[in-house]
């Protein structure tokens, strides 16, 4: 018996709809194509995003950070990503002591609780990473998109190659 042509072009159409196209976010950061995440094309996170992002980071976060920073803003080409580091110990005094800081990125999570954060700080690797908004941050929208941006594949991989994640 033959499958009328309605119910193949429906199947077809279904199918069509679950296909997916690799955008290099998956959850082992690479492409369909077996390249790295950092080799797809940009595309943004948040196409209204736009202004500055104040992020002081742990000194030990440098390398991968930097990394973040420069894919994140290919993402959302409106968005700068301002960059300070420091020591975990003082950062929160930094922080607590007027720096103007929106994000706040530190090895040492147990540190969070030392100031005003808007939100749950986001913890990552067991505890060895934790990230927060400001509570006083000048652009908390913004901010909450660059912690939200971390938790996805690409920058997870960038995270992971750096050894802030070891596996």
């Known amino acids: 018996m033959k499958m009328p042509r309605l119910l193949i072009f429906l199947t077809a159409l279904v199918l069509a709809g679950c296909a997916t196209t690799p955008t290099g976010d998956g959850a082992d950061g690479r492409n369909a194509d077996g390249g790295s995440a ?3 094309p940009a595309t943004s996170l948040a196409p209204e995003a736009a202004g500055r992002i104040r992020v002081l980071a742990s000194t030990s976060l440098t390398e991968a950070f930097t990394t973040i920073r ?3 803003q ?4 409106q968005v700068e990503v301002l960059l300070s580091y420091g020591e975990s110990a003082s950062l929160t005094g930094q922080a607590a002591g007027g720096e103007p800081v929106d994000v706040i990125a530190t090895d040492d999570p147990r ?3 030392e100031v005003a954060v808007h939100g749950e700080p986001e913890i990552f690797a067991g505890g ?3 990230v927060a908004v400001l509570e006083k941050s000048a652009d908390p929208t913004n901010a909450a998109l660059f912690v939200d941006y971390l938790r996805e594949g690409a920058a997870q991989r960038i995270l992971t ?3 802030v994640f070891k596996p």
């Open 38 to 40: 950092n080799s797809t």
């Open 161 to 163: 190659d750096s050894g």
């Open 111 to 113: 540190t969070l609780g």
């Open 74 to 77: 290919a993402r959302n080409p």
């Open 70 to 72: 420069e894919d994140f």
């Open 128 to 130: 060895r990473l934790g």
